[in-house]
């Protein structure tokens, strides 16, 4: 699964770090997220797109391989 998790933290000027602070998680998790290598929960998942005042669909882009 790909994000745009880096690109909306840019926007709020937030590091990693601030991120990972605001919705309880680790920098490395952010990192993780970031890289497209760590699917977090639907919990998470909603954490970050309230943090970075956005949604769901516009953070996490799904592709056809990451539904089977």
């Given at each position: 699964?790909?994000?745009r998790?880096?690109?909306?933290?840019?926007?709020?000027?937030l590091t990693q770090q601030?991120?990972?602070d605001k919705v309880g998680a680790t920098r490395m998790t952010i990192?993780?997220?970031e890289?497209?290598?760590y699917n977090p929960?639907?919990?998470?998942a909603k954490k970050i797109a309230v943090a970075l005042k956005s949604?769901?669909?516009e953070l996490f882009i799904f592709e056809?391989?990451?539904?089977k």
């Open positions: 699964m790909k994000t998790i880096k690109e909306f933290r840019a926007r709020h000027d601030d991120l990972a990192v993780f997220l890289k497209g290598t929960s639907l919990k998470l949604n769901l669909d056809k391989n990451d539904l």
